[in-house]
């Protein structure tokens, strides 16, 4: 009796939820007939075990933020000085965005305009700062964030969700965004969206869901198999990554506004790692400026020689290693401070010199693997042909009386051809005995 009591008194609890929230009045609907039902199970004194998949679907439908939007913070030398602070270079790539930017404090200063943030896709190597960027945009425009991996997800249900009438039935990640952000209009950066794997089947449910989702001719209407009613994300700021383009389809590229991100040269490496990396380095291993310095002549040894990528992970994870090197030698007592210079650098950094060996190693080997089978595969063509050229067959008994004409005058041929005689001798016929 005191279960039932306590389950009618959260239902309650529920009913009161319901109405003060803002759920559209159709879901509102469809909410209020599944309180009934369990409310009248509840009262009857019935084991119901639709109360806690209901309950857990309300709660869902009740967190979503119904007509919830940010208001834009559209100051493009605002914007500006955030991406500039985030993101070293790449100007191109900051052009682009201010121009879009542009366009959206244009239009909302116009009664009655509508305009829809462009979905971005920004495209390049491993460590370029692309989810920097993304997170540049949305703090530039005051926001909220929320990264999605694509690469990490299993099935295309964990995007769209999962029927509430499943065992395991929940929202997909686009609504699990939207309600962790509190509003319809934070910035989702679809990361590694080249990632996604799985069977061909299962690619293509991906395209599909995607497509539904960053078109502005659908997505207005976008319905998660969890929530199981329309969800508006035209207001939502899109923004994709991938390392290729290869894997997407025709359909989702044309939706897309692309925006390369180049490598990084050594000169901007270094400008990166100064103003952007060391001081986080620090930071992270509780260090001030002056326990640890690292001299001009290092820094070619650390970026070129030991952290040759496109982007700068490695570098930082090289920085890492330093700053915890010269940790433990002040914690121990051996040093006040530690000064990284050309001399010490490799004996501080001798994992990543090992590594760069090998991976010279493995790079020199390949292309030698390569010339080398080049090298073979010509040799053994020259030869066939070789062989073809100057060996035929033997033709049999039967072949040579039958075919005997023509091979006259096909020797005729090959010696005016090669010796350059005018006349060939008849070729010797012998009749075998009987």
Same mark, same amino acid.
């Given at each position: 009796m005191?279960?039932?009591?306590k389950?009618?008194?959260?239902?309650?609890?529920?009913?009161?939820?319901?109405?003060?929230?803002?759920?559209?009045?159709?879901?509102?609907?469809?909410?209020?007939?599944?309180?009934?039902?369990?409310r009248r199970?509840?009262?009857?004194?019935?084991?119901?075990?639709?109360?806690?998949?209901?309950?857990?679907f309300?709660? /869902?439908?009740?967190?979503?933020p119904?007509?919830?939007v940010?208001?834009?913070?559209?100051?493009?030398e605002?914007?500006?000085?955030?991406?500039?602070?985030?993101?070293y270079?790449?100007?191109?790539?900051?052009?682009?965005?201010?121009?879009y930017?542009?366009?959206?404090?244009? $239009? @909302?200063?116009?009664?009655?305009?509508?305009?829809?943030?462009?979905?971005?896709?920004?495209?390049?190597?491993?460590?370029?700062?692309?989810?920097?960027?993304?997170?540049?945009?949305?703090?530039?425009?005051?926001r909220?964030?929320?990264?999605?991996?694509?690469?990490?997800?299993?099935?295309?249900?964990?995007?769209?969700?999962?029927?509430?009438g499943?065992?395991? =039935?929940?929202?997909?990640?686009?609504?699990?965004?939207?309600v962790?952000?509190?509003?319809?209009?934070?910035?989702?950066?679809?990361?590694?969206?080249?990632?996604?794997?799985?069977s061909? @089947?299962?690619?293509?449910?991906?395209?599909?869901?995607?497509?539904?989702?960053?078109?502005?001719?659908?997505?207005?209407?976008?319905?998660?198999?969890?929530?199981?009613?329309?969800?508006?994300?035209?207001?939502?700021f899109?923004?994709?990554?991938?390392?290729?383009?290869?894997?997407l389809?025709? =359909?989702?590229l044309?939706?897309?506004?692309?925006?390369?991100?180049?490598?990084?040269?050594?000169?901007?490496?270094?400008?990166?790692?100064?103003?952007?990396? /060391?001081?986080?380095?620090?930071?992270?291993?509780?260090?001030?400026?002056?326990?640890?310095?690292?001299?001009?002549?290092?820094?070619?040894?650390?970026?070129?020689?030991?952290?040759?990528?496109?982007?700068?992970?490695?570098?930082?994870?090289?920085?890492?290693?330093? =700053?915890? $090197?010269?940790?433990?030698?002040?914690?121990?007592?051996?040093?006040?401070?530690?000064?990284?210079? @050309?001399?010490?650098?490799?004996?501080?950094?001798?994992e990543?010199?090992?590594? @760069?060996?090998?991976?010279?190693?493995?790079?020199?080997?390949?292309?030698?693997?390569?010339?080398?089978?080049?090298?073979?595969?010509?040799?053994?063509?020259q030869?066939?042909?070789?062989?073809?050229?100057?060996?035929?067959?033997?033709?049999?008994l039967?072949?040579?009386?039958?075919?005997?004409?023509?091979?006259?005058?096909? =020797?005729?041929?090959?010696?005016?051809?090669?010796?350059?005689v005018?006349?060939?001798?008849?070729?010797?016929v012998?009749?075998?005995?009987?």
């Amino acid at each position: 009796m005191a279960d039932e009591t306590k389950q009618i008194a959260e239902i309650e609890y529920l009913s009161k939820k319901i109405e003060a929230s803002q759920v559209p009045p159709e879901l509102a609907e469809t909410i209020d007939i599944m309180v009934q039902r369990i409310r009248r199970m509840a009262r009857q004194g019935q084991e119901s075990g639709e109360y806690e998949p209901i309950a857990k679907f309300i709660d /869902w439908c009740l967190r979503m933020p119904w007509g919830k939007v940010t208001q834009d913070n559209l100051d493009l030398e605002n914007a500006k000085k955030i991406m500039d602070s985030h993101h070293y270079g790449g100007e191109h790539v900051k052009q682009t965005i201010l121009e879009y930017l542009a366009i959206l404090k244009k $239009k @909302s200063v116009q009664v009655g305009a509508q305009y829809q943030a462009p979905v971005l896709c920004f495209i390049g190597p491993q460590g370029t700062g692309k989810t920097t960027m993304a997170k540049a945009i949305a703090e530039s425009l005051g926001r909220p964030f929320y990264r999605i991996s694509l690469g990490a997800l299993s099935a295309s249900s964990e995007l769209r969700g999962k029927p509430k009438g499943n065992p395991d =039935a929940e929202p997909g990640q686009i609504v699990k965004a939207l309600v962790n952000c509190k509003a319809l209009s934070p910035v989702i950066l679809l990361d590694e969206i080249d990632k996604v794997s799985g069977s061909e @089947s299962a690619l293509q449910d991906f395209m599909a869901i995607l497509l539904e989702v960053l078109d502005p001719q659908q997505n207005t209407s976008f319905r998660d198999l969890y929530i199981d009613y329309p969800v508006d994300l035209s207001r939502v700021f899109f923004i994709c990554t991938a390392n290729t383009l290869k894997t997407l389809t025709r =359909a989702l590229l044309d939706r897309l506004e692309i925006v390369e991100f180049r490598d990084y040269s050594p000169e901007e490496k270094v400008v990166i790692a100064g103003r952007y990396l /060391w001081p986080k380095v620090l930071e992270y291993a509780g260090l001030t400026p002056q326990e640890i310095q690292i001299a001009d002549e290092a820094w070619p040894i650390i970026i070129e020689k030991l952290g040759k990528d496109p982007g700068v992970r490695r570098l930082e994870r090289n920085l890492q290693k330093l =700053a915890r $090197k010269a940790t433990k030698l002040i914690v121990t007592g051996q040093a006040q401070s530690v000064i990284i210079n @050309s001399q010490n650098v490799e004996s501080y950094l001798q994992e990543e010199v090992a590594l @760069s060996e090998l991976q010279e190693k493995e790079y020199r080997g390949v292309e030698n693997e390569q010339e080398m089978r080049k090298q073979v595969k010509d040799q053994a063509f020259q030869a066939t042909n070789n062989i073809q050229q100057q060996q035929e067959p033997a033709p049999s008994l039967k072949a040579q009386k039958q075919e005997a004409p023509p091979r006259v005058e096909q =020797a005729q041929q090959s010696t005016q051809t090669i010796g350059g005689v005018q006349e060939a001798q008849q070729p010797q016929v012998t009749t075998p005995q009987q």
